[in-house]
């Protein structure tokens, strides 16, 4: 590792395998355990995405992400936003470090801080992210906790390209889960990411064929 400073859709989705033959070289950034990481790599090693993942960027030292990573000869980056005073100083380490590990695509798997139009600019429509909600609905932190709250009878997950406007961008796929009665936070967010580690892996290259 270095350091710098019950669903309600069907269980299968079918595969998308990218026209070229030639593997797409993703970064892939975290900042908890990093299981959409782990699908990701999981779902290259099944033969389901023809991908490459050439780094993983996460900017807490204790994040599991990076467990993973070195489990699997991936190279883990620490940028720890703590060390940055303003976020384009962090987006332009970020962008440093992407470029050096020759990236193409970069996937937000559970990466939680806002980006600059340093990064956007760096990799125009090519910059994708999952959350935890039925995009537009509950935006931002504690999309769970919000949906709990609100009563909805149905959530889910959104895969998107990203936009500087907070978890706005086209949307490429989404999964929903039903809400049950006695939902905890805990016990909804573990079907939810049931449904995160399906789709991620099948919207990167929804977005890629797209491109090509």
């Known amino acids: 590792m270095i350091s710098v400073s019950p669903s309600l859709i069907s269980p299968n989705i079918p595969t998308h395998s990218q026209s070229s033959n030639k593997p797409v070289k993703?970064?892939?950034m975290a900042s908890g355990s990093g299981s959409n990481f782990e699908a990701v790599a999981q779902a290259i090693e099944n033969g389901q995405l023809n991908a490459e993942i050439k780094v993983l960027i996460y900017n807490n030292p204790?994040?599991?992400a990076a467990v993973r990573a070195d489990k699997r000869n991936i190279a883990a980056v620490l940028i720890n936003h703590r060390d940055y005073k303003h976020r384009e100083e962090l987006d332009k380490q970020i962008v440093q470090t992407l470029c050096q590990h020759d990236v193409e695509w970069v996937i937000?798997?559970?990466?939680?801080?806002?980006?600059t139009?340093?990064?956007?600019?760096?990799?125009p429509q090519k910059i994708i992210n999952i959350h935890p909600s039925l995009l537009p609905s509950f935006k931002g932190v504690k999309a769970i906790e919000q949906a709990i709250k609100a009563q909805?009878?149905?959530t889910g997950c959104?895969?998107?390209l990203v936009s500087l406007e907070m978890d706005s961008g086209k949307i490429l796929m989404q999964a929903a889960v039903a809400v049950l009665p006695d939902d905890t936070p805990d016990t909804l967010h573990t079907r939810i990411q049931i449904q995160e580690h399906r789709i991620l892996p099948a919207a990167i290259a929804l977005a890629v064929n797209s491109e090509q």
């Open 26 to 28: 993703l970064g892939i």
């Open 62 to 64: 204790d994040a599991y």
């Open 108 to 115: 937000m798997a559970g990466w939680m801080r806002l980006v």
């Open 117 to 123: 139009q340093e990064l956007i600019d760096a990799f």
């Open 152 to 154: 909805v009878k149905i």
């Open 158 to 160: 959104t895969v998107h």
